[in-house]
């Protein structure tokens, strides 16, 4: 890459001054909030015949098609109040003549979708909307400091957002509970607005809420039992019970069907119980009645170029639990069949229609009938009681051609950004066709072997995904489980729909997955087309892989349903670009929401150095001769030598010896050393594999070339 700017980098400066309150006594008083911005200097980045303007602290920000740098800005509102009108203001400079990076194309399915770009950017900031999260009201803006025209580009050192207040009502959803702030924080820029919303007593009687069938009551009375036995007090709702049960009927049939009534019951639960996790512990097939327990909400998202099918229904409605887990509104402000729509498709207002913070974790078992109710909960017991720690440290990140080309020709270069998340007292295994093409058995081997964590891209359909049908499933035996997520097709749709508007009887990947006996004890999948990008691995469904991850080992959130809803938020300032409020309603977890993901308790590293051979000529293992080679050369037999330490010292197990992947010894005592002396010509990997007491290991390999007759 070729920098066209020699300036060196200032911090930005998000000062965040409100100017007009310190305190919350103040604050009630206070009409205006008044927020300054000061950005360094720019980094002008050439890629090609375009160019990339660059500040730290800002993000890159598809805006109109062009890419411009963003600084999102999450604003408390204080209690009581309301957001009135909205002021920017800056000071622009020229910066120069800089044809801009336009977004590159998205890839759906094998579709190719490119985004009309504009010539010019002259707003200061764009509104994302105005949100409730657990009752606190949260104002999202973009700050736009670099504005374009026709190769031009200005830039403001300086901003002021000036934010004019009114009163307002307080928010039903707000409940006044500690837990609520100490989540809140991590979302806002001002948390010492928090100061302004009073301490109210509400109960706290019920953590944990299941909605289920009568069928099904049984088995989640058993589950509700096994979740006291360890401190999580449970209620239970049937479809029936809240059914008849006038307290969650709605004032008009829109809002009076059974999905907003069921909504309604969570909003109850979690306004008088304190309740945190809610379990959909029901199959959604919308064409099969008895399998229909829990029915989707189908939202609708805004993308250029989706649906494909331009008579395809379902192909824009998307079934989402989000409609489930974020509880203020009603989603359907204009009361068309568009539920979710974005504010650009609202016709009575501006508004988003969706609510995009959840009040609740809500995780959805898609089960039909008894037997698959007490499989989805002995998985979930077993993987909670595991501790096993050989088992618990394995990750296995997958990766598969996807042909979108450059670095999104592979899967294998997603994962690779994941991997960088990953925390070093794992054990990672790649299965990459970047590398070599994987098949299913060897998929099949590793997962009853045991494995903790998957991560995976490539293609999917509704009954297809990580190179296996559903009936390949039944391949699977293992008693140890694992969570996975993928960015694959229709894997996840619980519905049962493929496009066009047609349905399996047969139910999805998804489910299959974490209700058959042996398999995920959950995972997080696509109900409808996951999205890539071209000749790039900034995708949507990229971005919210990379934040589940994110929230996972580095914000430490470790329950499922938290981290899920985490990586939706984290992802909110930039919902209106292309494609991402689509994979927001789109990935659904299928499993309990309060599920943590286990880690090894014992954190043990391993560093093993391969000593002999090194480069340079062995003759009958003595050598090396000439060591200043940049190769090694073999001839005869050669003693393969590894030395390991471990911290805390003395925990090494084993060492194991390979050549091109096959087992050839294994030593459990020092020296560990090998002499590998059988008939060879040609080129060989040696590998080594030095694995602690809690099966912690470090792989070394080496490529040499032997002549051994």
Not at 173 to 194: A, F, Q, S
Request: aromatic share 12%; net charge negative.
């Amino acid at each position: 890459m070729e920098y066209m700017s020699k300036k060196i980098i200032c911090f930005v400066l998000p000062v965040l001054l409100i100017l007009s309150v310190f305190s919350g006594a103040s604050m009630k008083a206070e009409k205006t909030m008044v927020l300054r911005y000061s950005f360094g200097e720019p980094h002008i980045q050439k890629l090609g015949d375009t160019y990339r303007v660059e500040l730290e602290g800002c993000t890159p920000h598809e805006y109109h098609g062009l890419v411009i740098p963003a600084k999102q800005a999450h604003i408390l509102i204080p209690y009581g109040k309301e957001v009135e009108k909205i002021e920017v203001s800056g000071t622009r400079e020229l910066l120069g003549q800089y044809p801009l990076e336009r977004e590159k194309p998205l890839i759906v399915g094998k579709e190719r979708v490119e985004v009309a770009s504009s010539d010019t950017v002259d707003a200061l900031y764009e509104k994302v909307g105005t949100y409730g999260l657990r009752g606190y009201t949260i104002l999202v803006i973009n700050m736009l400091p670099v504005s374009y025209q026709h190769g031009t580009v200005w830039y403001c050192r300086n901003m002021e957002v000036k934010l004019t207040l009114r009163e307002g009502s307080a928010n039903p959803l707000y409940r006044g509970m500690e837990k609520d702030r100490e989540w809140v924080t991590k979302y806002i820029d001002n948390p010492w607005v928090l100061d302004t919303y009073p301490p109210t007593h509400h109960g706290d009687e019920h953590e944990y809420l299941i909605i289920t069938s009568e069928e099904l009551q049984g088995a989640f009375e058993y589950f509700a039992e096994y979740k006291e036995s360890r401190g999580t007090s449970v209620e239970i709702f049937t479809i029936d019970e809240i059914k008849i049960n006038p307290i969650f009927w709605g004032d008009t049939p829109l809002f009076n069907d059974t999905q907003a009534q069921i909504r309604n019951c969570i909003r109850y639960a979690y306004t008088s119980w304190g309740t945190d996790y809610v379990l959909l512990a029901g199959d959604g097939d919308v064409q099969n009645a008895s399998s229909n327990i829990i029915p989707p909400r189908y939202l609708y998202a805004t993308s250029v170029g989706l649906p494909l099918a331009t008579q395809g229904k379902l192909e824009a409605f998307i079934p989402s639990d989000v409609y489930y887990a974020c509880l203020d509104g009603t989603f359907n402000e204009d009361m068309d069949e568009r539920w979710g729509e974005n504010a650009t498709e609202n016709n009575v207002s501006d508004n988003d229609e969706a609510d995009l913070y959840a009040e609740v974790w809500v995780g959805r078992a898609c089960i039909d009938g008894i037997e698959e109710a007490y499989h989805f909960i002995n998985k979930t017991m077993a993987y909670e009681a595991d501790t096993d720690d050989e088992h618990l440290m394995q990750v296995l990140l997958l990766g598969e051609y996807l042909g979108f080309g450059g670095p999104a020709e592979w899967g294998g270069n997603h994962k690779d950004k994941a991997k960088q998340l990953i925390p070093s007292m794992f054990n990672i295994t790649t299965l990459y066709d970047r590398e070599r093409t994987w098949s299913k058995s060897e998929l099949l081997q590793l997962l009853n072997r045991g494995v903790n964590i998957v991560n995976h891209d490539g293609h999917g359909w509704t009954n297809y995904a990580l190179k296996m049908h559903n009936s390949d499933l039944r391949g699977l035996h293992n008693t140890e489980y694992f969570f996975l997520y993928s960015q694959t097709c229709l894997a996840g749709s619980f519905d049962n729909w493929y496009p066009t508007d047609k349905y399996y009887d047969d139910d999805c990947f998804a489910e299959h997955l974490t209700v058959d006996e042996y398999g995920a004890v959950a995972c997080i999948m696509n109900s409808r087309y996951g999205l890539g990008r071209e000749n790039s691995t900034d995708s949507p469904g990229q971005r919210y892989d990379l934040s589940f991850f994110r929230a996972l080992f580095e914000e430490h959130i470790k329950e499922l349903g938290r981290a899920s809803h985490y990586s939706k938020e984290d992802n909110v300032w930039r919902i209106n670009e292309n494609g991402m409020r689509w994979t927001y309603y789109q990935t659904n977890l299928f499993g309990d929401p309060q599920l943590a993901v286990r880690e090894p308790a014992e954190v043990i590293t391993v560093n093993a150095t391969l000593v002999k051979p090194a480069n340079g000529l062995y003759i009958f293992d003595k050598g090396p001769i000439a060591p200043f080679m940049n190769r090694t050369v073999i001839l005869g037999k050669i003693t393969v030598q590894v030395e390991v330490e471990t911290s805390p010292p003395g925990r090494m197990e084993k060492v194991s010896f390979y050549v091109d992947n096959e087992l050839k010894a294994t030593v459990t005592e020092e020296p560990y050393e090998w002499q590998w002396n059988e008939n060879a010509l040609g080129t060989y990997r040696i590998s080594t594999e030095a694995c602690a007491v809690n099966g912690k290991c470090e792989w070394v390999e080496k490529e040499v070339f032997i002549i051994n007759l």
